[in-house]
T-cell receptor, first 111, second 110 residues
Framework: RKEVEQDPGPFNVPEGATVAFNCTYSNSASQSFFWYRQDCRKEPKLLMSVYSSGNEDGRFTAQLNRASQYISLLIRDSKLSDSATYLCVVSQNTGGFKTIFGAGTRLFVKA | DVKVTQSSRYLVKRTGEKVFLECVQDMDHENMFWYRQDPGLGLRLIYFSYDVKMKEKGDIPEGYSVSREKKERFSLILESASTNQTSMYLC?????????FGQGTRLTVV
């Protein structure tokens, strides 16, 4: 079983739609959680951290459920520019912070 | 801004060659990582390091080794390149959690 699993998609949504991505992780000792965004032929970039209390950044909301070991990302009012791959990321303290990426969920937002 | 620099954007090597991929970060980060990214498989962790001369195997270390002689530099070594190591290689560094990436090296082994 992979340590971090995501639905690969692709998700095809119209502009203005709300879309949600889920991600599950297997190691209950995982301590830090993030969502990254990767555009085609570019390196991944940090989108937002995920906190236990949930957190929001504009149209983006991230939530963590430690009991069920999943994290989610909600995008409201989707824009064309949101089209990208969204990567779920988990860090574990093993002396250093081992950082594991999910395979990513591809999102296409269409006009 | 954090800067993570990989020595090459594109590289073509022959089967059996020893290949060095270099990565340098300028933010005094403790943790550094090497990943490879392949279509449908996402980013897979090869090795990471949380201090000078320290290294830990990731999920797919076979065929690779690493070197971290200085804090700012983390090198990935392909001892004897094979065609199945053709991939995009991404280096990242991190202060304690999360990661900042270099621009990637697309390696082709022929």
């Amino acid at each position: 079983r992979k340590e971090v699993e995501q639905d690969p998609g692709p998700f095809n949504v119209p502009e203005g739609a709300t879309v949600a991505f889920n991600c599950t992780y297997s190691n209950s000792a995982s301590q830090s959680f993030f969502w990254y965004r990767q555009d085609c032929r570019k390196e991944p970039k940090l989108l937002m951290s995920v906190y236990s209390s949930g957190n929001e950044d504009g149209r983006f909301t991230a939530q963590l459920n430690r009991a069920s070991q999943y994290i989610s990302l909600l995008i409201r009012d989707s824009k064309l520019s949101d089209s990208a791959t969204y990567l779920c990321v988990v860090s574990q303290n093993t002396g250093g912070f081992k950082t594991i990426f999910g395979a990513g969920t591809r999102l296409f937002v269409k006009a | 801004d954090v800067k993570v620099t990989q020595s090459s954007r594109y590289l073509v090597k022959r089967t059996g060659e020893k290949v060095f991929l270099e990565c340098v970060q300028d933010m005094d980060h403790e943790n550094m990582f090497w990943y490879r990214q392949d279509p449908g498989l996402g980013l897979r962790l090869i090795y990471f390091s949380y201090d000078v001369k320290m290294k830990e195997k990731g999920d797919i270390p076979e065929g690779y080794s690493v070197s971290r002689e200085k804090k700012e530099r983390f090198s990935l070594i392909l001892e004897s390149a094979s065609t199945n190591q053709t991939s995009m290689y991404l280096c990242a560094s991190s202060p304690d959690r999360g990661a900042f990436f270099g621009q990637g090296t697309r390696l082709t082994v022929v």
